[in-house]
């Protein structure tokens, strides 16, 4: 990772708050904290807790930090929530990132470098698309570090989200097909709020238009009571009317079950 970074020059990170970003922060900050600038988008599609982390972060290790709007909420091809929704989050993400490597003289040849890692590779991941067109660089991946390293490594250094259960965006909690609106993002970020304060660590509330359907893994699922789906309801229902039902979904969970088909005629990109 030194190597790789020290090849990257002045870097902008990428970070959205998860254990993978937060750790390349740390990583990049520590080696040269002059040139090192960790940027984080704002939007409706980022979870509170995150923008939470990477702030606390920032605050705690001295990182230069900036806050950034991305506008892929003004942007069709995203609201329509196509399988390759990520490519356009992407590319609206680099392009907001992208001013910040002129914002001061010692950015201008600055990197974008993100977290992803070599377990990423074998997904499905149209947004890696965006960031080789936007010239972002995967430092753990040139790195060849994947997940469990990146968590044993977040571990020796200390970092107290070592452990944390990776959260996509929360469109991703949107059906193939569904439209991203802000009120059904934040549906599911109440619903979600609720099942981890009551102690379940991985939980997917999805949304398809008025539905809603809670994931859990299977061990977890037996400890969801009536009364626990209704509390779950109410959150979602008091900043998203639209939403009707909720059930607990016969699945146990899986990333990933929110795409429902990834074939050509479903993504926007022609």
């Given amino acids: 990772m030194e190597r790789v970074l020290a090849d990257c020059g002045p870097v902008i990170v990428a970070c959205s708050g998860g254990i993978d970003s937060l750790l390349l922060a740390t990583i990049a900050h520590r080696r040269s904290p002059s040139t090192t600038v960790v940027a984080h988008t704002v939007t409706p599609a980022v979870p509170g807790e995150g923008t939470g982390r990477v702030v606390m972060h920032a605050e705690r290790r001295g990182w230069t930090l900036e806050l950034v709007r991305s506008n892929e909420f003004e942007d069709e091809r995203y609201l329509a929530n196509p399988t390759d929704r990520c490519y356009f989050c992407k590319t609206n993400l680099y392009a907001a990132i992208a001013p910040l490597r002129h914002a001061d003289i010692a950015r201008a ?14 997904e499905y991941r149209p947004g890696l698309d965006a960031a080789a067109e936007a010239g972002v660089r995967h430092p753990f991946v040139e790195a060849g570090i994947g997940k469990a390293g990146i968590r044993a490594v977040a571990r020796h250094l200390g970092i107290v989200e070592a452990d944390l259960p990776s959260s996509p965006c929360l469109a991703s909690r949107l059906y193939t097909g569904t439209r991203v609106t802000e009120a059904r993002l934040r549906s599911v970020e109440a619903g979600e709020s609720v099942l981890r304060a009551e102690g379940f660590e991985i939980v997917r509330c999805r949304r398809r238009d008025t539905a809603a359907l809670v994931e859990l893994p299977a061990d977890d699922r037996e400890r969801v009571t009536p009364a626990l789906l209704d509390t779950v309801r109410s959150a979602m229902q008091a900043v998203d009317p639209e939403l009707e039902s909720l059930t607990l979904d016969d699945r146990a969970y899986r990333p990933g079950q929110a795409v429902l088909h990834v074939s050509e005629g479903s993504h926007a990109r022609s």
């Fill in 109 to 122: 040849d600055a990197v974008i470098v993100s977290g992803a890692n070599t377990d990423d590779l074998g």
